[in-house]
T-cell receptor
Framework: NAGVTQTPKFQVLKTGQSMTLQCAQDMNHEYMSWYRQDPGMGLRLIHYSVGAGITDQGEVPNGYNVSRSTTEDFPLRLLSAAPSQTSVYFC????????????FGPGTRLTVT | RKEVEQDPGPFNVPEGATVAFNCTYSNSASQSFFWYRQDCRKEPKLLMSVYSSGNEDGRFTAQLNRASQYISLLIRDSKLSDSATYLCVVDPFNAGKSTFGDGTTLTVKP
């Protein structure tokens, strides 16, 4: 099993550009989530999904969209990139819920200039 | 006040030392508690769940103090490989979503 995979590993965007961060898991987990981690800080929940077709907002959802058309994939879309979105983005999955053990992908390091 | 608070450190200890981290949480009704480990520029990985009765895994011991609303992580006989950031994770509102602390950085030196 590959676990949770994320692409790209690194990305540089200009202000105003849009892009999609990809996340996939092969563990058949129902729960998936997106976090961002700024330097010296913990992870903050952006959006999450409790199953295919069901998504909800986390703590910091503004500027991001998600969709969950399959169990395996949970892409995160940046609508119009801003320098404040410079961060490391982690995707995670769980078979029991977001308040149980989560398995994280390797992260995407995004810089917005 | 943050929902989950950790001493950021850094903690610099020699090999073989015992070190303890605390993490306080704001909601007394919280039910889920974890410690994750995050190596530099890597993803977090679960280190231990924290149970009411406390639990131990080799050199690592996790404790929960509900009365004072904190959890702790004790590392005995520190190894160089223990150098990492340790994240406290709590579901503060029993809402099925976890809140991560900002992490405590540990450096173990020879």
């Amino acid at each position: 099993n590959a676990g949770v995979t994320q692409t790209p590993k690194f990305q540089v965007l200009k202000t105003g550009q849009s892009m999609t961060l990809q996340c996939a898991q092969d563990m058949n987990h129902e729960y998936m989530s997106w976090y961002r981690q700024d330097p010296g800080m913990g992870l903050r929940l952006i959006h999450y999904s409790v199953g295919a077709g069901i998504t909800d907002q986390g703590e910091v959802p503004n500027g991001y969209n998600v969709s969950r058309s399959t169990t395996e994939d949970f892409p995160l879309r940046l609508l119009s990139a801003a320098p404040s979105q410079t961060s490391v983005y982690f995707c995670a999955s769980s078979d029991r819920g977001l308040s149980y053990e989560q398995y994280f992908g390797p992260g995407t390091r995004l810089t917005v200039t | 006040r943050k929902e989950v608070e950790q001493d950021p450190g850094p903690f610099n200890v020699p090999e073989g030392a015992t070190v303890a981290f605390n993490c306080t949480y704001s909601n007394s009704a919280s039910q889920s508690f974890f410690w994750y480990r995050q190596d530099c520029r890597k993803e977090p990985k679960l280190l231990m769940s924290v149970y009411s009765s406390g639990n131990e895994d080799g050199r690592f011991t996790a404790q929960l103090n509900r009365a004072s609303q904190y959890i702790s992580l004790l590392i005995r006989d520190s190894k160089l490989s223990d150098s990492a950031t340790y994240l406290c994770v709590v579901d503060p509102f029993n809402a099925g979503k976890s809140t991560f602390g900002d992490g405590t950085t540990l450096t173990v030196k020879p």
